[in-house]
């Protein structure tokens, strides 16, 4: 396990460690350490291995429903997995904002959430998958990466061919129950990385000189500031801005995630929770001077926004694909990206340099 991450900083971590300026501030103050321990401790423990832990449980519930599914082919069997599938987005939502870490190695980061799918590789691959299909487990080890996560498994679930998965005589639902298990699997491993003596939970809560991932707790609470500030920049430069297209008549609805499903505003809509929920519990305001405090409340007011933006559109009753083209909700969504990229420049600007750390670029800079 260790050589597996001394793998990560090679390709995730060491290039983020090049662009920190980081104030050693921690070592002259045990106060400030302590609590820079108490946050990582909350992001960690609070939140990751729970949003992991229950990701598993979703994926595997997704799974046993899919096998009773194909079991008898009823129609309310594909209500229920419908149902689990709702349950395992949402699941990915609350983790989506963990962009370091074992979900960095062996492109499980594409693999369970291929996105953008700009050429339709998704519907593509996953059709040959049912070509090819031979009555047994897929081992997807020299499969596309389309055809192996939660956006494959929407394709068969919600699209033209979804009626084909009551069909004993179609390959649908034998597809189905390898990509669940694939999606669980990958879960299950990134779970098991994150938690043992020797995990990425204890690189994370163990910085100091023989760390060759963090050297201090400041690198560790860089890669936090900056894996939360990125999600935000991808929701409103790439998942809202893509498929808004600048106006009603442009837009393209289907280059959103889960638009199949009609599941991206709720999927979006707990991934902002996730993050003003962690970023309640983790007090980041005490790593900051009593004059910078307000960054904090000014960072919840944003996500407030936000998310406010959301329970007035689930109000209308509307699907995502008809929102996009209609002015008034081509309006809200166009809106909306304001106080996601406030939120954004809060925590990778002004807070993070408040709390004596510069998160450096991300993966997103110069897209």
């Given amino acids: 396990m260790v050589t597996l991450y001394k793998q990560i900083s090679k390709f995730v971590v060491a290039p983020v460690l090049l662009g920190f300026l980081l104030v050693p501030v921690s070592i002259a103050d045990p106060g400030r350490a302590e609590q820079q321990k108490i946050v990582i401790n909350a992001y960690?423990?609070?939140?990751?291995?729970?949003?992991?832990?229950?990701?598993?449980?979703?994926?595997?519930?997704?799974?046993?429903?899919?096998?009773?599914?194909?079991?008898?082919?009823?129609?309310?069997?594909?209500?229920?997995?419908?149902?689990?599938?709702?349950?395992?987005v949402l699941g990915w939502s609350r983790v989506l904002p963990v962009r370091f870490g074992p979900i960095r190695l062996h492109n499980r980061m594409e693999r369970v959430f291929f996105w953008p799918d700009t050429k339709s590789r998704v519907s593509k691959h996953t059709s040959r998958l049912l070509q090819e299909f031979e009555g047994k487990d897929i081992d997807f080890t020299h499969r596309s990466i389309a055809a192996q996560g939660l956006p494959a498994l929407e394709y068969l679930l919600y699209s033209s061919i979804s009626r084909n998965l009551l069909d004993a005589e179609k390959?649908?639902?034998?597809?189905?129950?390898?990509?669940?298990?694939?999606?669980?699997?990958?879960?299950?491993?990134?779970?098991?990385?994150?938690?043992?003596?020797?995990?990425?939970?204890?690189?994370?809560?163990?910085?100091?000189?023989?760390?060759?991932?963090?050297?201090?707790a400041d690198e560790a609470l860089a890669e936090i500031l900056k894996s939360?500030?990125?999600?935000?920049?991808?929701?409103?430069?790439?998942?809202?801005?893509?498929?808004?297209?600048?106006?009603?008549?442009?837009?393209?609805?289907?280059?959103?995630?889960?638009?199949?499903?009609?599941?991206?505003?709720?999927?979006?809509?707990?991934?902002?929770?996730?993050?003003?929920?962690?970023?309640?519990?983790?007090?980041?305001?005490?790593l900051m001077k009593k004059e910078d405090q307000g960054l904090g409340k000014n960072l919840i007011f944003e996500l407030d926004q936000a998310l406010g933006v959301f329970s007035d559109i689930h109000l209308k009753n509307t699907s995502w694909v008809e929102l996009v083209k209609t002015p008034e909700g081509h309006a809200q969504l166009t809106y909306l990206t304001n106080p996601v990229l406030g939120a954004h420049n809060l925590l990778a600007e002004e807070i993070s340099q408040a709390m004596g750390i510069n998160v450096g670029f991300n993966s997103l800079d110069g897209d």
């Fill in 171 to 216: 390959p649908n639902c034998g597809v189905a129950v390898s990509i669940s298990k694939n999606i669980y699997r990958i879960a299950t491993d990134i779970l098991a990385e994150w938690n043992g003596d020797d995990g990425y939970r204890a690189v994370v809560l163990s910085p100091g000189p023989e760390n060759q991932t963090y050297r201090t």
């Fill in 44 to 88: 960690v423990d609070g939140y990751v291995l729970p949003a992991y832990q229950s990701f598993v449980e979703e994926t595997k519930q997704l799974t046993k429903k899919l096998k009773m599914l194909c079991e008898d082919r009823q129609e309310e069997r594909l209500v229920d997995v419908q149902m689990a599938f709702t349950s395992s």
């Fill in 228 to 286: 939360t500030s990125e999600i935000l920049q991808l929701i409103a430069s790439s998942m809202l801005n893509s498929s808004l297209q600048g106006s009603p008549d442009d837009a393209k609805a289907k280059r959103a995630p889960f638009w199949r499903s009609d599941l991206t505003l709720q999927s979006l809509q707990v991934t902002l929770g996730t993050v003003k929920t962690f970023v309640l519990e983790a007090h980041f305001s005490s």
